[in-house]
């Protein structure tokens, strides 16, 4: 259940992905957050630190007796430390960017809080310290209070968002028929018979 992007933007999603994402919102919004890693040269600007603490380790190779040993163990396990340090910040610079282009693209935002929670309802992770410092992403808590924190402050209301539509339905339809070995539905997803795009309207009232 994943999706990458390589640099240049170039996408790849993980079929688990879209078996995973239950309506065209959540699929969206976790490829804006790939789409967020390209536009912040996220991957170029890593390298270019992993890089720098590479030629910082140089002179540690000279250094002999135990003072040496010490340091270049010691510069061995904090640099990828340092790294994951960094991916956590990228994610959560990843997650505001996302938000950010799904809203401007006409979908629900709150699809990646909906993603992340369903998610977290499944994750048998370990909890441990040293787990989290291992950790590539920020822990989802922290990624859903920031993004309803994003989208209360920073993302006026729309009359409704773009939540499904009979293309999504159609791939997903596609994939289960591949993966089970079944013949493929070969239907245009232009037909007069699809159902119009599900929408989901704003609140008008307190009470609704």
């Given at each position: ?159 409704q968002y773009l939540i499904q ?11 289960a028929a591949i993966e089970n ?28």
């Amino acid at each position: 259940m994943n999706t990458y992007a390589l640099p240049g933007g170039f996408l790849f999603v993980n079929s688990g992905l879209i078996r995973a994402a239950e309506n065209e919102a959540e699929l969206a919004v976790a490829l804006a957050h790939e789409i967020g890693h390209v536009a912040a040269r996220h991957y170029t600007r890593q390298a270019s630190w992993g890089d720098i603490l590479n030629y910082a380790s140089i002179p540690m190779l000279f250094m002999g007796g135990w003072p040496g040993l010490v340091a270049r163990e010691g510069l061995a396990f904090g640099t990828p430390l340092a790294l994951k340090k960094f991916s956590r910040a990228f994610e959560a610079e990843a997650d505001t960017l996302g938000i950010r282009y799904v809203d401007s693209a006409g979908y629900d935002p709150t699809a990646l809080v909906d993603f992340l929670e369903r998610i977290a309802r499944t994750d048998k992770g370990s909890r441990g310290l040293f787990a989290k410092m291992l950790s590539a992403h920020p822990p989802i808590a922290s990624r859903v209070r920031a993004a309803q924190k994003q989208i209360q402050r920073e993302l006026s209301p729309r009359p409704q968002y773009l939540i499904q539509t009979s293309e999504f339905v159609l791939v997903k339809e596609r994939l289960a028929a591949i993966e089970n070995g079944q013949h493929v539905p070969r239907r245009s997803t232009s037909t007069v018979s699809d159902p119009p795009p599900v929408l989901r309207r704003a609140k008008t009232s307190p009470d609704e």
